[in-house]
Structure formats: C-alpha cells, structure tokens
C-alpha cells in the first residue's frame, strides 16, 4: 500500500508531499530531520520505480542529506 504524506524538516518551515509505502512511511516519520508528517491518502496505486527512489532519498536523510527527499518532493 502507498500512503501520500505531508512533512516537514526541522530546519525549513516549507511543506513537502511525496508518496511512500507503509515500510518507508515507519522509517520516515522516525528521522530525526522530520519535525511534522500527515497521511493525506491511502490506497494509491503503487509506482515501483518511485517507491525505490523514495527509498534511497530515506536512506540518505538518515545520512543527514535532504537534498533528494527535496527534490523528490512537492513543494507546498
């Protein structure tokens, strides 16, 4: 299942949306860089190649880098 969320960095007070599935949602919600983050809707339709983009982005944010998870992301 894909969840689109919305969130927020600690650091930047812009809102972000992107698409994750339920495993990335877990891992998102605990970096210690997301201050804020709402589900907006279930049930998308999953898109592969997104959701292992989303991954590695998740995986650099716990490096400490935003930067993909930005430009992954909807600006709001």
């Known amino acids: 299942m894909v969840f689109k969320i919305m969130y927020k960095f600690q650091d930047d007070d812009k809102s972000y949306t992107c698409y994750v599935t339920h495993s990335q949602y877990i891992n998102f919600k605990n970096l210690p860089s997301i201050k804020e983050i709402i589900i907006l809707k ?3 339709m999953e898109m592969k190649q997104y959701e292992e983009e989303m991954q590695r982005s998740i995986d650099e944010a716990f490096a400490n ?3 993909h998870i930005k430009n992954l992301s909807d600006e709001l």
Do not use: C, K
């Open 42 to 44: 279930r049930n998308q």
């Open 65 to 67: 880098s935003t930067s």
